[in-house]
């Protein structure tokens, strides 16, 4: 009694394992009939190169063949081979569908979004409006495109932003005069008396010149001048010899280098260009003008004991003087300033 039923025992136990055996190893029948081309599969191939290059892979549209001959060394993939190009579970660097643009397809590698995902990254636009960056994806673009005003004429010359190079012509800001307005005067050799220090070369008082001083714009018909922000033509004899009420005619009717607000200069933006330590012409040395001659310019500055002079600057040596203004001196256009 106690042999048979160990018998029956393990009769259960033998068949709980096949149908166990049975279960894991799913439908064991062929899907179809080898001369049938639906029960075709990839082949090892097939998987190493949809996972090596992304090739589509092609099953046999007829019937299955025998090989002629087993597999040789080399011509086909193991499975540690295709495993090695299996995707691997990256919880610190794998990507989220947040951080993939809304509706582009991934494989995620995090755990919870793992396998094939959809991104959910919203597409956003800079606005003009805000200096707030809110996180998404942007498409490219120029700044100058999100906001017009972004141009080289409304940043400060001396500043640049966003790679665009300022080029607004004022005394504050880009010109450096703000709060210390008046500039050295170019003379660097002392000439003090033996009582002591006191010179203007030995002292050299006053706002540094930047370097360089002048920077020819890319219309190289233009000057521009580091120290005050003002911008000079180039030229320094445009229209030759001429009259105080013409000189201001022709600067104000002037059109160069793309702008039209030309003047003709104060006195004070006219001494500006004036180096105490050179003479014929008084200007800084290594300056980029053309034609400046050391001789009278006008300024747009009446003399007031004498409305009918003007002040003029006399570039031989640095002068100023005061000229009538039926008189003839040279002219030299000016934009910018405050």
């Keep these: 009694m106690k042999n048979k039923l160990s018998r029956l025992a393990w009769s259960v136990i033998l068949l709980t394992g096949c149908c166990s055996l049975c279960v894991m190893a799913g439908n064991l029948d062929s899907s179809a009939a080898p001369d049938n081309s639906g029960s075709a599969m990839y082949t090892l191939t097939d998987l190493y190169q949809r996972l090596n290059a992304g090739t589509t892979g092609a099953k046999r549209s007829g019937s299955f063949s025998q090989p002629s ?13 295709i495993m090695a190009l299996m995707p691997v579970r990256d919880d610190s660097d794998g990507a989220t569908t947040a951080n993939v643009l809304s509706g582009k397809p991934f494989w995620g590698l995090t755990e919870g979004q793992w396998g094939p995902r959809t991104g959910t990254m919203a597409t956003r636009t800079l606005s ?42 004022t005394n504050s800001g880009g010109g450096g005069a703000e709060g210390a307005p008046v500039p050295k005067t170019g003379q660097t050799t002392s000439y003090t008396p033996p009582s002591g220090t006191g010179s203007d070369g030995n002292l050299q008082m006053g706002v540094e010149w930047p370097d360089p001083r002048f920077t020819v714009q890319s219309d190289t018909n233009m000057v521009l001048d580091n120290l005050t922000g003002l911008m000079w033509a180039r030229n ?28 003709l200069p104060n006195m004070n933006e006219l001494l500006s260009l004036v180096a105490y330590n050179r003479y014929n ?35 031989l040596n640095g002068t100023i003087q005061t000229v009538a203004k039926t008189s003839t001196s040279k002219v030299w256009p000016v934009r910018g300033g405050e």
Aim: glycine share 12%; proline share 7%.
């Design 69 to 81: 001959q087993g597999p040789t060394v080399g011509t086909m993939y193991t499975l540690n081979q």
């Design 128 to 169: 003009p409006g805000s200096t707030t960056v809110a996180s998404g994806y942007y498409a490219a673009t120029s700044l100058a495109t999100v906001d017009p005003d972004l141009t080289a004429g409304n940043i400060a010359t001396n500043v640049t932003l966003f790679g665009i190079a300022g080029m607004a012509e």
């Design 236 to 263: 320094g004899d445009l229209p030759g010899s001429s009259t105080w009420n013409s000189a201001i005619d022709y600067c104000n009717s002037l059109d160069c280098g793309g702008y039209d607000d030309w003047r």
């Design 281 to 315: 012409p008084a200007i800084p040395s290594g300056h980029p003008f053309n034609n400046v001659s050391g001789v009278k310019y006008w300024s747009s500055t009446t003399y007031p004991q004498n409305t009918t002079y003007a002040w003029c600057v006399d570039f």
